[in-house]
């Protein structure tokens, strides 16, 4: 099978326009959540650049995974404790999915968890994506749901019913990797959720969040304010 050449492929081109934009509100002194996933690691890379040319100063920051933590300490990005010992002032991260309204599907990766809870501890979300993220309702890209090991048959169906409940049923599938369950940097597993189609997310996550044994789901609602989309005709920006 052939592979795209990432340094031709149009939607790398787009994902590193939409980071390096977002990376234009960072500022020295800054506590920043650096984003997990293709796109967000442009704007990591582009924040160690500036780091290493003097532009930024006195920059700490939050990884949302072990494998983003490695490569931003590679940069020479100065980390915070895992703990979170402060707000953040900025986090920057990308999207499996985002709507007009700027309400997003994120854990495609296998980080929601984190990428939660740092996006809640900061002060301004932004969010980076390219063109192919972006769509009218949310439910086209899996939901992922992190879940406790223990009793995860028995938490799959009642994640059933309560997306039935709430109006988009489909088939939940937990996540595997080489033929082994997925196991979060937390060590959970991730049920994957294929919707087609979520008409009223705030419903859906509610009825998530009532389900014993999950840890996280993957709809970031009323989040972020600033989304800059990577696009055939430059970076467009959604507010709200």
């Known amino acids: 099978m052939s592979q795209v050449d990432p340094a031709t492929d149009p939607q790398v081109a787009f994902k590193r326009a939409a980071a390096v934009r977002a990376v234009e509100f960072v500022q020295s002194g800054m506590k920043l959540g650096l984003g997990t996933g293709s796109t967000a690691i442009y704007a990591t890379r582009r924040i160690g650049e500036m780091l290493g040319s003097g532009e930024l100063r006195d920059i700490e920051a939050c990884a949302t995974s072990r494998r983003k933590l490695a490569e931003a300490i590679r940069l020479g990005i100065p980390m915070l404790p895992d703990d979170l010992p402060c707000d953040l002032d900025l986090t920057i991260d990308g999207a499996d999915e985002v709507d007009p309204e700027l309400n997003v599907i994120k854990g495609g990766g296998g980080a929601l968890l984190r990428e939660k809870i740092v996006a809640t501890s900061s002060r301004r979300l932004v969010v980076i994506a390219d063109e192919s993220k972006r769509v009218e309702t949310l439910g086209r890209f899996p939901l992922p749901v992190e879940v406790v090991p223990f009793g995860v048959r028995s938490t799959a169906r009642k994640i059933d019913r309560a997306l039935e409940w709430a109006g ?20 959970n597993l991730i049920i994957d959720c294929a919707l087609s189609r979520i008409a009223d997310p705030e419903r859906a996550a509610a009825a998530l969040s009532s389900v014993p044994g999950v840890v996280c789901h993957g709809l970031f609602l009323k989040l972020a304010k600033r989304a800059y989309i990577g696009t055939s005709d430059g970076v467009s920006t959604i507010t709200v």
Do not use: H, L, S, W
């Not at 988009?168 to 060590?187: H, L, M, Q, S, Y």
């Open 168 to 187: 988009c049923p489909g088939p939940k599938t937990i996540r595997v990797r080489e033929a082994r369950p997925f196991v979060t940097d937390n060590g």
